[in-house]
């Protein structure tokens, strides 16, 4: 197959599909509850939930995928001897012996696959999470350093909020509380909303763009 | 949803596809208006030639967002910069390390990666060792980055896509590794992570104008285009309701 055949007719695919799946939105409720055309609805809502259904068994192999990806980008380290090569040879091992375990003990919701989790994966996600605080703290030690008026008002502020956080702060001022609560639910807020109002509007253009066939990234 | 609500979605929907399909007609016949300066994208700009100058990496972090789920849209914003990347390394030969979280981002950035060299199979080869899928687990994704960041000859960082508190455990690292670093999330919560360690920064919507401003899309610059008008819709009803609410 030609590749231009091919990209038109991944083209057409997305299309249909994404149109279905949005259709699926509206007419669902429109037509049932206005037009009472309720087999239109039956029929967009059936093949929506039938794509969908597929979304998951893609996903599902794009994770087997992501497995060959892993495997082969280490092998190819440890082929080439690159930088590092200790931590393939880890994560390779690690990977095969997790692999043996899942496979001889009864799959992943065997004890000793649970162990695992519970025991290594878990407590090593605890342990790369409580980095955060001393990475905050770094982070902020660099932020809160006052260059210009833009960085004046972000220490400004900051340090009314953490004045305002804290109980004792009454003390020093009564009015911490409330105008960290100012800052939170007027300044800061008005901010947030707009800056969601900005990424609402540019995800719509992004699907929108998918919909119209003018971005096509899942055709090569 | 009410019907009330869908209709009022559809409507929004009906006139953002109308203006989508204006602005493109008039990008088309070459009415290009100017679009404001990003420093972040005039420094990324020059990344490809640092990568080159110095041999060292280029890494693209797209973050733990899917192509299945409400984060598409980060994720897509991230594969338009992979998309500009791409075609700079099938000019200059030096492929951008790529990670994500999520395999189905994976299967994106590899095609994203195979259309920039058309059909040169041996770049394309090499161009895939570069695409890497860490883990799913953020805690896991942000190890392995740190990893990567810190073990390969990294030169400069970018990390545009969805990312939650993960962010900061990465971008620290990059600073500490002195590593050049651009960053862009649409998630508020890590927006102050982003601002506290990247040198660029791509804030909310920004990061989605990026095949606008790096590859000059028609289709791009008229969804920019579009945003623009319709926030300006959004302004206009706000006040009106604001003005109503108070005279009422």
């Known amino acids: ?220 | 949803m009410a019907a009330e609500s869908l209709i009022f979605t559809l409507v929004i929907l009906l006139i953002f596809v109308g203006l989508v399909l204006f602005f493109l007609a008039r990008v088309r016949i070459g009415r290009v208006p100017h679009l404001r300066r990003i420093q972040a994208f005039e420094t990324l700009k020059g990344f490809t030639g640092r990568a080159v100058e110095t041999g060292r990496i280029l890494h693209l972090s797209l973050g733990i967002g899917s192509m299945a789920n409400e984060t598409t849209a980060d994720s897509l914003a991230g594969l338009s910069i992979l998309s500009y990347l791409a075609e700079q390394a099938a000019l200059t030969g030096v492929h951008p390390t790529v990670s994500m979280a999520d395999p189905t981002v994976m299967l994106f950035a590899q095609n994203v990666v195979k259309a920039a060299h058309e059909g040169d199979r041996h770049r394309v080869e090499e161009a895939f060792q570069n695409v890497r899928w860490i883990a799913s687990q953020p805690a896991a994704y942000a190890a392995g980055v740190m990893s990567l960041l810190g073990v390969d000859d990294i030169e400069t960082n970018v990390m545009v896509g969805n990312f939650g508190d993960e962010y900061l455990l990465m971008g620290e690292a990059a600073v500490r590794q002195d590593v050049s670093h651009i960053g862009g999330t649409s998630n508020p919560n890590t927006l102050p992570f982003v601002y506290a360690s990247a040198q660029e920064t791509l804030l909310g919507e920004e990061m989605f104008a990026a095949g606008a401003y790096l590859q000059k899309r028609p289709a791009h610059i008229a969804s920019l285009l579009t945003q623009d008008a319709m926030r300006w819709l959004v302004f206009v009803a706000i006040v009106v309701g604001v003005l109503a609410a108070s005279i009422r």
């Open chain 1, 1 to 220: 197959m030609g590749v231009r055949i091919r990209r038109i007719l991944t083209t057409v695919v997305a299309i249909v599909v994404g149109l279905f799946v949005l259709a699926d939105i509206f007419v669902s409720q429109l037509t049932t509850n206005i037009l009472g055309l309720g087999f239109i609805n039956q029929t967009i809502h059936g093949f929506s939930a039938l794509f969908v259904s597929w979304l998951t068994i893609i996903v599902a192999f794009a994770l087997f995928l992501g497995f060959i990806n892993v495997i082969s980008v280490h092998l190819n380290r440890i082929n080439t001897n690159k930088p590092g090569i200790i931590y393939s040879v880890v994560l390779l091992l690690s990977l095969a012996f997790t692999l043996i375990v899942g496979f001889s003990t009864g799959g992943p919701n065997s004890i000793s696959s649970q162990a695992m989790f519970e025991y290594v994966l878990q407590p090593l996600e605890a342990t790369i999470f409580a980095l955060l605080a001393l990475f905050i703290a770094t982070a902020a030690f660099r932020a809160f350093r006052i260059r210009n008026l833009e960085t004046f008002f972000f220490v400004l502020f900051g340090v009314i909020v953490l004045l305002g956080q804290i109980p004792l702060s009454i003390y020093l001022w009564p009015e911490f509380p409330v105008i960290k609560d100012w800052i939170l639910n007027v300044p800061t807020l008005a901010g947030v909303r707009g800056i969601l109002l900005g990424v609402a509007l540019g995800t719509i253009a992004t699907g929108l763009r998918i919909l119209m066939g003018a971005d096509r990234p899942y055709t090569d």
